[in-house]
């Protein structure tokens, strides 16, 4: 069954996304919230619906309209909600094996990890673009991508844990309560009680040797003729990831109110 909803104005609410996640999640009462995520993902962007995406949720979706795709209040913080959909549909658990299980790849790679690592990618290539990468982490790993990506992730795990939760309702809860306890779950439950710092370090340096020059598609390609990195190496140095590593663990910081 196709959802025939459609918003004819860009999004300025979240109000006006919730609703709008509603009617889907009516016009497909069976389906898990790892479908709903992913026909979500439709009405994003176009970027969201790529091959790669495919092959990272393991969840084909062409490109309907860009419903979802604004900046919305969650939680009291500007976030992109497109993007909060998009990093949610890979957070979610599905059943069977996607071809991204036999590889390295995780969901920070399409949530902070990525966000990091590809700026890091952008700014290497297009080095004259930038005053310098912090510049490209303020572009391409903004504040607002980050909550959306904390928002993913904690979103996910609670539709995770319970089943009969619905995406709609997981929003609201979150949006119910303050963007900084959020924060401080997100690193309990993801880096657990030790200090982050190595294992954000370990996961840009993953998606950067994976991703490389040519996307998760090339790691595919790569993986099933034998190699399990893509095609070109590419080196960048320890002050790239280093000024990446801080710019993330200085989000976590200001929005937790916590020493990091």
């Given at each position: ?203 840009i340096v993953r998606y950067l040797s994976l ?50």
């Amino acid at each position: 069954m196709k959802s025939q909803f459609s918003s004819s104005l860009s999004l300025t609410s979240l109000n006006q996304a919730v609703q709008f996640i509603e009617k889907v999640e009516q016009d497909y009462p069976a389906a898990t919230a790892y479908e709903i995520a992913n026909r979500l993902r439709g009405h994003t962007k176009k970027a969201y619906t790529t091959k790669f995406w495919t092959l990272a949720t393991g969840f084909q979706q062409k490109f309907v309209a860009p419903d979802l795709d604004g900046t919305v209040s969650l939680a009291e913080e500007s976030t992109d909600f497109g993007h909060f959909i998009a990093a949610l549909s890979d957070q979610l658990n599905e059943p069977g094996i996607k071809l991204s299980d036999m590889t390295q790849w995780t969901a920070d790679y399409t949530s902070w990890a990525g966000d990091i690592g590809s700026s890091i990618v952008t700014y290497t290539r297009q080095a004259d673009d930038f005053s310098s990468v912090m510049e490209a982490f303020d572009r391409f790993a903004s504040d607002s991508d980050h909550v959306a990506n904390i928002a993913a992730y904690i979103v996910g795990y609670w539709l995770n844990q319970d089943p009969q939760l619905k995406i709609s309702q997981a929003i609201r809860n979150f949006h119910a309560e303050d963007f900084s306890i959020h924060v401080i779950s997100f690193i309990t439950l993801r880096f657990g009680d030790t200090d982050p710092a190595p294992q954000v370090r370990q996961q840009i340096v993953r998606y950067l040797s994976l991703v490389s020059d040519s996307g998760l598609w090339g790691v595919m390609r790569g993986w099933m003729q034998g190699r399990w990195f893509g095609w070109r190496q590419k080196q960048y140095t320890e002050t790239e990831i280093n000024h990446g590593i801080a710019h993330f663990l200085n989000f976590l910081q200001r929005k937790s109110q916590a020493i990091v």
